[in-house]
């Protein structure tokens, strides 16, 4: 093994260190956690049942999917020197407004599980005193992801 290589782990668990977010290339430094989810909108029907089936049956509802969305959250720590995307990059990259490019990935790897460009929604520093200064980004996506791999984390 070469020094500096990354080794990671085939098989068992996942490793949540082992896992990326990037904005624009970069990662985000110092990073304690990040979180993606898919969400779905749904649109509820609300029938009358045939007249050969129970009343009843009519309480249940029908839904079908009408939206979806993905949204990624993240928490770092301050760092002075930080080389990668830190509170003041992204504090940079929210006040242009403008979509940034998200990349969700495994350390090492090459393919990324998602991939599109997304809005950063909010950021928010937390100052303690006597504590590690703290902060915490949010975005939503900006259309379709152009990667959504579920097969790369299996």
């Not at 990668?84 to 940079?92: R, T, V």
Request: charged share 25%.
């Amino acid at each position: 093994m070469a020094e500096g290589e990354v080794v990671v782990a085939e098989g068992g668990y996942v490793n949540g260190s082992d896992m990326l977010l990037c904005i624009n290339g970069k990662a985000i430094g110092h990073c304690s956690s990040h979180t993606t989810t898919f969400n779905a909108e749904t649109k509820e029907r609300a029938v009358k049942p045939v007249a050969s089936l129970p009343k009843q049956q009519g309480k249940w509802k029908n839904k079908t999917v009408s939206g979806m969305s993905l949204s990624v959250s993240a928490e770092g720590l301050c760092f002075y020197k930080e080389t990668e995307n830190g509170y003041k990059e992204s504090l940079a990259l929210a006040a242009k407004g403008d979509s940034v490019d998200v990349k969700c990935m495994e350390r090492g790897s090459e393919a990324p599980y998602l991939e599109g460009k997304f809005i950063i929604t909010s950021l928010e520093r937390t100052d303690p005193a006597q504590d590690d200064s703290t902060y915490s980004i949010s975005l939503e996506n900006d259309g379709m992801p152009t990667t959504f791999d579920s097969e790369v984390l299996s």
